[in-house]
């Protein structure tokens, strides 16, 4: 649910304010694309810290260049929420 929220909110900003900014970003693919694959990819959490950690990267002192979404999430986030995201439960042990 956030995860979708999160998107909506993005796909309005490249809607209604990106094309009065013009396309200004460093990066391939842009930051917005960046955050829309991140969010689908990682979910709202991780996502929303990728696209925080690129958005930081996205100014005149960094070349930019090709920045794909990782495979795989942060550090950070598997080691706060486990290195598998399938969703499945551990197998149960007999007593």
């Given at each position: 649910?956030?995860?979708?929220?999160?998107?909506?909110?993005?796909?309005?900003?490249?809607?209604l304010l990106s094309p009065w900014l013009g396309a200004s970003c460093r990066f391939a693919p842009s930051c917005s694309l960046y955050a829309i694959g991140a969010l689908e990819r990682h979910g709202?959490?991780?996502?929303?810290?990728?696209t925080?950690?690129?958005?930081?990267?996205?100014?005149?002192w960094c070349q930019g260049g090709c920045d794909p979404?990782?495979?795989?999430?942060?550090r950070f986030f598997t080691a706060l929420i486990g290195t598998k995201r399938s969703g499945?439960?551990?197998?149960?042990?007999?007593?």
């Open positions: 649910m956030m995860r979708t929220l999160l998107i909506g909110l993005v796909k309005a900003y490249r809607l709202a959490l991780a996502g929303s810290y990728l925080l950690r690129r958005l930081a990267r996205c100014q005149p979404v990782p495979a795989e999430p942060p499945a439960h551990p197998p149960h042990r007999p007593l």
